[in-house]
């Protein structure tokens, strides 16, 4: 099984400012490596998938990159809208995984 | 644009079982997988395992396997997830998820709570 390691496990950010999430991957995935925004009492929303693609509709100050086991979810200029926990997932092999999850909460 | 209408919410005894209902609505899945994904109080996501219903295909997350079962009414849109044999720590909302061929999940039910409680 893939284990999937995020750090850090939560960041208060002020708005307008910066906010960089890892994953680590314990073993290549490649780019299939997806990133997951859920609100408080929501169900998931897929943000980027393959490491960078943006979903259509997805603010552009979401952005993806990374390749092997390394990855980063960057929000250039935090938003209150944003205030969310973060879970990357990755689909190379089964079983799929996801990290443990990244609270991003606004200053 | 296709919604995932996820039945109510459950409380069951230990020992007891619970099948959760996901219908596509607006749409089909024949085409897509369905993935099960379980979220305890506070917890982060888990991946249980996704039924593809055109080929009755299903690969079940091994902490699941032995307890668990997907299946899918393709006339109805319709798929299901019972767990088995349920104890305290399966207390958590169930989801339902679309799984594209990429296998990332881009359209997602509201979620089920299932509490399990004496």
């Known amino acids: 099984e893939i284990v999937l390691t995020q750090s850090p496990d939560f960041q208060s950010v002020t708005p307008k400012g910066k906010v960089t999430i890892t994953c680590r991957a314990s073993?290549?995935?490649?780019?299939?490596l997806h990133w997951y925004q859920q609100k408080p009492h929501q169900s998931p929303k897929l943000l980027i998938k393959?490491?960078?693609q943006t979903i259509s509709g997805v603010p552009s100050r979401f952005t993806g990159s990374g390749s092997g086991t390394d990855f980063t979810l960057t929000i250039s200029s935090l938003e209150s809208d944003d205030a969310a926990t973060y879970y990357c997932q990755q689909s190379r092999s089964l079983p799929l995984t996801f990290g443990g999850g990244t609270k991003v909460e606004i200053k | 644009q296709v919604q995932l209408v996820q039945s109510g919410s459950e409380v069951k005894k230990p020992g007891s079982s619970v099948k959760v209902s996901c219908e596509a609505s607006?749409?089909?899945?024949?085409?897509?997988?369905i993935t099960w994904v379980r979220q305890a109080p506070g917890q982060g996501l888990a991946w249980m395992g996704r039924?593809?219903?055109?080929?009755?295909?299903?690969n079940y997350a091994q902490k699941f396997r032995d307890r668990v079962t997907f299946t899918a009414d393709t006339p109805t849109n319709i798929a299901y997830m019972e767990l088995r044999n349920l104890t305290s720590e399966d207390t958590a909302v169930y989801f339902c998820?679309?799984?594209?061929?990429?296998?990332?999940?881009?359209?997602w039910g509201q979620g089920t709570l299932v509490t399990v409680s004496s």
């Open positions: 039924i593809i219903p055109m080929f009755d295909v299903v």
């Open positions: 393959d490491t960078s």
């Open positions: 607006g749409g089909t899945f024949s085409r897509y997988s």
């Open positions: 073993q290549s995935i490649g780019r299939s």
């Open positions: 998820a679309r799984d594209r061929s990429d296998d990332t999940f881009d359209i």
